[in-house]
């Protein structure tokens, strides 16, 4: 049973429900990495305009959804050690630059977001090309 869409929500929320709800789960892992970049974007601009509970709030957002990619590991992949290392790191340097309102470590973590998000990315293109392979 797919979840009730209020009807108060906006038709792009809707929109993005539904995407989520049909996407395979390497594309639900790049929707995770994109929600986690611009929140750490946000949060950086908020903390650059001194706003310390927008800042709070996106960087939160952020930890949230690095702490979801954690939960989604299966650590009987060999890979999995790896990127919780990476997560890990993620999630202190969030909590730093929340906890210190400095934007200065959150560099660090977009620039391995954007780049562990171009892989994943990578990785549902040729799937999806080997879907094709194999339904044609």
Known sequence: MQPM???????????????ILTA????VIVMLYDALKKNIILGQKKIAKGDIQGSHNHLIKA???VTELVNSLDMS???SETLLALYTFMLKSLEEANMKKDAE???AVRE????????WN???VLN???LYLKEG
């Open 5 to 19: 869409i209020s009807i108060n929500s906006r038709p792009q929320d809707a929109y993005r429900q539904q995407d």
């Open 24 to 27: 395979n789960p390497i594309d």
């Open 63 to 65: 930890q949230q959804i």
């Open 77 to 79: 992949i060999e890979m």
């Open 105 to 107: 470590p959150l560099d």
């Open 112 to 119: 391995m977001v954007e780049e562990l998000r171009e892989a």
């Open 122 to 124: 990578e990785i549902s």
């Open 128 to 130: 999806k090309g080997n």
